[in-house]
């Protein structure tokens, strides 16, 4: 089991461009979060996907958002990148009945110049 | 509005003496504590629960409501726990996780 994978690991971007990530749950996980760590803070929770649906989000404004596929696989897309959106963008995944146990990805580290 | 503190951002001890990383939360219900470890160049993974009430290479944390504290501790600190720890809470049926801004903890031999 290759655990919770996302792509692409590093991306640069400029201001005002849009970005995607991708993220694939661990096997037999059906809930996807994401979350945003900028420099030397934790992880700051953006939303959570369960059955294709945004089921809990974050103080997070509308240019974030996302979608969950039928496989479970997730992704994060970001609309009109501000440079305060550099980060690293970590997904992580549990199954709905596990007490929110949560397995994290590599995360994606994005740059916005 | 829940949130978690985690005073130290940098912790140093010597080998073999004990190890304390404080944890504070602010939740007006009952919430649901996690320590979470990133050793160097790996991804964020689970070291325990308070639920569980368990031991994870030697570390333990209590939930102390009174104190709104889940402080982790451990007896004798060895150099492979040299990691960056973060407190995270969860509450209820929020299902989402509120993390501390993390304690780099460095064991010096």
């Known amino acids: 089991d290759a655990g919770v994978t996302q792509s692409p690991t590093h991306l640069i971007k400029t201001r005002g461009q849009q970005v995607t990530l991708r993220c694939s749950p661990k096997?037999?996980?059906?809930?996807v979060s994401w979350y945003q760590q900028a420099l030397g803070q934790g992880p700051q929770f953006i939303f959570q996907y369960y059955e294709e649906e945004e089921r809990q989000r974050g103080n997070f404004p509308d240019r974030f958002s996302g979608h969950q596929f039928p496989n479970y696989s997730s992704e994060l897309n970001v609309n009109a990148l501000l440079l305060g959106d550099s980060a690293l963008y970590l997904c992580a995944s549990s199954f709905a009945g596990s007490k929110n146990i949560q397995y994290f990805g590599a995360g994606t580290r994005l740059s916005v110049l | 509005a829940q949130r978690v503190t985690q005073p130290e951002k940098l912790l140093s001890v010597f080998k073999g003496a004990p190890v304390e990383l404080k944890c504070n939360y602010s939740?007006?219900?009952?919430?649901?504590l996690f320590w979470y470890v990133q050793y160097s160049r790996q991804r964020l993974q689970l070291l325990l629960r308070h639920i569980s009430r368990e031991s994870i290479k030697g570390f333990t944390a209590d939930l102390n409501k009174g104190e709104t504290s889940f402080h982790l501790k451990k007896p004798f600190a060895q150099e492979e726990d040299s990691a960056m720890y973060y407190c995270?809470?969860?509450?209820?049926?929020?299902?989402?996780?509120?993390f501390g801004s993390g304690t780099q903890l460095t064991v010096l031999p």
């Open positions: 939740y007006s219900g009952s919430p649901e």
């Open positions: 096997s037999g996980h059906d809930t």
């Open positions: 995270a809470l969860n509450s209820g049926s929020a299902r989402q996780l509120t």
